[in-house]
């Protein structure tokens, strides 16, 4: 019996180049899923309600398809930190990360049917930034563009000089969809990485 086909439920480069790595055929399809967070939300189920919302979204659409959605928080002193967007506030952000550190929540979510039956997790990374001068930001900023990124820093690429440690059960989670933890989901619904 052939496997089902498989669906990313993202418009994230990032996550499309991550789950490429599995070399699992895959389609990408965006979920249009309102990301807004709900009053009083904490990080932690925003994450999780938001990769299950885009999962389930998609499956809606597409009932015999295995559909992963996945997002990300960054969390300071208890508050989620959103994709930048500019560069004044991707600044901000940087400035108010300098020698701290920073928790990273990554949510990743498999779907299938309708209604949809899904599986999820929330995969930790605890990010220790160094004591970034301005001119280190504007620089980096000036290099990287990382509006998109939560918490300004691109991780996979040269933000990788704005950290002095990352401590992860996933070193994928990080850059946007926790490997480890999809491997199992998709065990889950009989979609084996490796045959046998």
Do not use: W
């Amino acid at each position: 019996m052939a496997p089902p086909k498989l669906l990313l439920a993202s418009t994230s480069p990032y996550r499309r180049e991550l789950l490429a790595r599995l070399r699992l055929p895959f389609e990408v399809v965006a979920p249009g899923v309102d990301e807004t967070p709900r009053d009083g939300e904490a990080p932690a189920a925003l994450v999780l309600r938001l990769a299950r919302e885009k999962a389930a979204a998609v499956s809606g659409r597409y009932a015999d398809a295995v559909v992963i959605g996945a997002d990300q928080v960054a969390v300071l002193d208890g508050a989620a930190l959103s994709k930048p967007g500019t560069r004044d506030n991707a600044t901000r952000q940087l400035r108010a990360l300098r020698g701290r550190a920073i928790t990273f929540l990554t949510a990743v979510a498999v779907a299938q049917g309708v209604p949809a039956r899904i599986a999820a997790r929330v995969v930790p990374t605890q990010v220790q930034f160094r004591n970034l001068a301005d001119a280190v930001i504007d620089a980096y900023l000036d290099a990287d563009h990382p509006y998109d990124c939560a918490g300004a820093a691109k991780i996979e690429s040269l933000g990788i000089a704005l950290v002095e440690r990352v401590e992860s059960p996933d070193p994928t989670a990080l850059i946007g969809l926790p490997l480890i933890a999809l491997v199992d989901l998709l065990a889950e619904f009989q979609v084996p990485v490796l045959p046998g």
